[in-house]
Nanobody, 112 residues
Framework: QVRLVESGGGLVQAGGSLRLSCAAS????????MGWYRQAPGKQRELVAS???????NYADSVKGRFTISRGNTKNTVYLQMNSLKPEDTAVYYC??????WGQGTQVTVSS
């Protein structure tokens, strides 16, 4: 059984930074893609960024140049460094492992 635990959300002023972390436990295969998604109230869940086991990355256009996704040495951890945050980045952020596994989410609120 795979379990994903996110941390690092919170309240920050516009222009500020936050770093989200996600740790996967259980049987995690080395060939895995991990990603961050977000869902704002009344909106669909959307991809923010993803990273493959080979460290290839993909970003939503809205966060390019501001957010950076990275993996830990064990490849079972993934981070999202969020800089120059905007009020429109406010959402619940979810960690995802491959297509089957989701974390419970962490709230990010950016005040104007």
């Amino acid at each position: 059984q795979v379990r994903l635990v996110e941390s690092g959300g919170g309240l920050v002023q516009a222009g500020g930074s936050l770093r989200l972390s996600c740790a996967a436990s259980g049987t995690v295969f080395s060939l895995s893609t991990m990603g961050w998604y977000r869902q704002a109230p009344g909106k669909q869940r959307e991809l923010v960024a993803s990273i493959t086991s080979g460290f290839g990355t993909n970003y939503a256009d809205s966060v390019k140049g501001r957010f950076t996704i990275s993996r830990g040495n064990t490849k079972n951890t993934v981070y999202l460094q969020m800089n120059s945050l905007k009020p429109e980045d406010t959402a619940v952020y979810y960690c995802r492992l491959n297509v089957a596994y989701w974390g419970q989410g962490t709230q990010v609120t950016v005040s104007s």
